[in-house]
């Protein structure tokens, strides 16, 4: 047995702080999720967009002019988190029902089985989790 060919897996990938940088960062967690074996997984999609909105604060309230964010995609066999590291201030927060816009972690926290925030130095990483079923 191959043990490079066994959970945990995990792929980095560095975006700019360019709205270009969301569709890619979609390709690329679709690719890794095919290169896993998960493409065709219940809850693909629901990955795909919580990578969307997690990529889109990251640009939008994370990342400072000139900078970027680390995406982080890791499958250890039982759950699919996914990360955003970026170098801003500030804590994300579910938005109110009356707030105009910033609905991303409100589907982030109705899609993922678990999210939240973790401390970095600069800034923060938002992740997400989903469970796969046994």
């Not at 969301?22 to 890794?32: G, H, K, L, Q, T």
Request: hydrophobic residues 40%; contains cysteine.
């Amino acid at each position: 047995m191959d043990v490079n060919n066994q959970p945990p897996y995990q792929r980095d990938q560095f975006y700019r702080r360019d709205r270009r940088s969301v569709p890619a960062a979609r390709r690329f967690v679709a690719w890794s999720l095919t290169y896993w074996g998960l493409a065709e997984w219940e809850r693909a999609d629901d990955v795909l967009l919580c990578v969307s909105e997690l990529a889109t604060n990251a640009i939008v309230h994370g990342v400072p002019p000139g900078r970027g964010f680390l995406l982080r995609v890791r499958y250890d066999g039982d759950v699919l988190r996914v990360e955003t590291h970026d170098s801003g201030s500030g804590v994300p927060r579910v938005a109110d029902e009356a707030d105009e816009g910033g609905r991303g972690l409100l589907l982030v926290a109705a899609l993922a089985d678990k999210w939240g925030v973790g401390e970095r130095r600069p800034g923060k990483a938002v992740w997400c989790e989903f469970a796969r079923p046994d």
